[in-house]
C-alpha cells in the first residue's frame, strides 16, 4: 500500500529530528516552511581541509516517491568531481527506493573527502565562484573605487590585527527576507565607524549557523573619515559575481555612510539570472531605509 502524505510528513519530521541529533552544529534548518536544510560535511573534525555543503529540498512525495531536491556548494567542486559525486548520490537513492536517505548521502560525501584528504590531490582552491553565469555579465556600471578580489577576511585581519578588543560590537538589524522559486535573501544592516567594527560584525554574523551556511554573504561597507574628508570603503562579492560591486554602487547612490550591509542569499536549485541582483539590491534597501 503506498504511503499516505501524513505517514510521509511523519517519516520527513523522524528523519529531520534523527539528522539534527546526529550532525549537531553541522546541521542547519534553512527554512522549516518550505523543508530546506544544509548539511557542513568535511573530512575530519580537527582540522578539515575538504568541506562540502549538501543542500537539500525535502518534496512532499519524499521519502516514498520522490527523491530530495539537492544541490552540492563546494568552492572547489567542478566538473568531473561534480559529476562524480551526483551520479553517486543518484546510485545510492535507486538501490534504496522509498527509503530515507539523507543520511547515505552524507556518509558518502564524508568518504569522498576523505579519500581527497589522504590521496595525493593538491588542497582545495578556496576561491568561490558563482553558480550563475549571466551571458551579459558586462557590468552595468562604472565603480569610481574598485576593490581587490583578494582574500577580503585576510586583509580585515591585517587591517585590524592591533588592539580589537576595545571594538565594541555595534547592534546589527536584520531585514525580512526575500524568497522567489526557493532562493531567499536576506540584509543585515550595522552601523560601523572603523574597519575593527566591519571585522567583528562580519565574525558575529558568521556564528549564526543559517548565515554561515548560506551560499554566498555579499558586503558592501563604507565609512566617511572626518580628518581626511575621503571615504573608505569596500566590498565582497563572495563568489557572486559583481554583487558586491552591485552594493556599494547602491550605498554610493543613497549616499550613506559609516554603515555595513551584508546580503545572505540562500540558493535554492533554480537560476534566477539578473533577476538575483533585483533581490540583493531591493533587500539592502529595504534595510537601509528602515
Not at 558568521?206 to 555579499?218: G, M, Q
Request: aromatic letters at 8%; proline letters at 5%; glycine letters at 4%.
Amino acid at each position: 500500500m503506498a504511503a499516505s502524505d501524513t505517514e510521509r510528513a511523519q517519516q520527513q519530521i523522524d528523519e529531520v529530528e534523527a539528522l539534527s541529533s546526529i550532525y549537531g552544529d553541522d546541521w542547519c534548518v534553512v527554512d522549516e516552511d518550505e523543508k530546506i536544510y544544509c548539511i557542513k560535511i568535511s573530512d575530519c573534525l580537527d582540522q578539515p581541509k575538504w568541506t562540502l555543503c549538501l543542500q537539500v529540498i525535502l518534496p512532499p512525495g519524499y521519502p516514498t516517491a520522490e527523491p530530495p531536491i539537492y544541490q552540492l556548494n563546494a568552492p572547489w567542486l567542478r566538473g568531473q568531481d561534480y559529476t562524480e559525486l551526483a551520479n553517486s548520490l543518484e546510485e545510492i537513492y535507486l538501490q534504496n527506493l522509498g527509503e530515507s536517505i539523507l543520511y547515505l548521502w552524507v556518509e558518502k560525501i564524508r568518504e569522498v573527502l576523505v579519500e581527497k584528504a589522504q590521496s595525493s590531490d593538491p588542497e582545495p582552491d578556496i576561491k568561490k565562484t558563482t553558480e550563475e553565469v549571466d551571458e551579459d555579465d558586462g557590468d552595468d556600471f562604472l565603480l569610481d573605487y574598485q576593490p581587490t578580489q583578494e582574500d577580503q577576511t585576510k586583509m580585515l585581519n591585517y587591517m585590524t590585527s592591533e588592539n580589537q578588543e576595545d571594538e565594541e560590537l555595534p547592534p546589527i538589524h536584520h531585514g525580512n527576507p526575500i524568497t522567489d522559486r526557493r532562493s531567499t535573501f536576506q540584509a543585515h544592516l550595522a552601523p560601523v565607524v572603523t574597519t575593527r567594527q566591519v571585522k567583528r560584525v562580519l565574525e558575529k554574523l558568521y556564528e549564526n549557523k543559517k548565515i554561515a551556511s548560506a551560499t554566498h554573504n555579499i558586503y558592501a561597507y563604507r565609512i566617511y573619515c572626518e580628518d581626511k574628508q575621503t571615504f573608505l570603503q569596500d566590498c565582497e562579492d563572495d563568489g557572486e559575481t559583481a554583487a558586491g560591486g552591485r552594493l556599494l554602487h547602491l550605498m554610493q547612490i543613497l549616499n550613506v555612510h559609516n554603515v555595513l550591509v551584508v546580503v545572505s542569499r540562500w540558493y535554492g536549485g533554480i537560476l534566477l539570472g539578473p533577476d538575483r541582483f533585483k533581490h540583493i539590491n531591493n533587500c539592502a534597501r529595504n534595510v537601509l531605509v528602515e
